[in-house]
């Protein structure tokens, strides 16, 4: 299956900041295919990044589509608060209705940044 990944350009900045790279998203993406990531419903995951100081919320368009979408600092909030995992489920919700198209406006508009597309992600 063709399997497209993305990262917002809030989650990029935060992730260049706290020096997370693409390499480890794959390999963090990898693992929450594995199922070692926490499954919050709604098509909202949280998957601890950087060595455990970080968390990261991603989030499913059907099982094509994944985008970080949220990162945060362990020692800075220690989970996101019932209201922020309602938000994240609508947001993902939302982004069942995107067609190709208007991804690729997102990625134009670099509200997106494709980490990888067209090919198969090993897990």
């Known amino acids: 299956m063709t399997i497209r990944l993305f990262k917002t350009k809030g989650f990029a900045a935060?992730?260049?900041?706290?020096l997370i790279h693409d390499d480890e998203l794959l390999a963090a993406f990898g693992e929450l295919?594995?199922?070692?990531?926490?499954?919050?419903?709604?098509?909202v995951w949280k998957k601890r990044l950087n060595a455990n100081r970080h968390r990261s919320i991603v989030l499913?368009?059907?099982?094509?589509?994944?985008v970080f979408q949220f990162l945060f600092a362990k020692q800075?909030?220690?989970?996101?608060?019932?209201?922020?995992?309602?938000a994240f489920r609508a947001l993902a919700k939302a982004y069942e209705g995107l067609d190709g198209w208007q991804i690729q406006q997102l990625l134009e508009m670099k509200?997106?940044?494709?980490?990888?597309?067209e090919q198969a992600i090993q897990d």
């Open 33 to 43: 295919c594995r199922g070692q990531a926490d499954d919050l419903g709604g098509r």
């Open 14 to 18: 935060a992730a260049k900041k706290a």
């Open 76 to 86: 800075d909030q220690s989970n996101i608060s019932h209201q922020e995992l309602q």
């Open 60 to 66: 499913a368009r059907g099982r094509r589509y994944w």
């Open 111 to 117: 509200a997106f940044v494709e980490i990888r597309h």
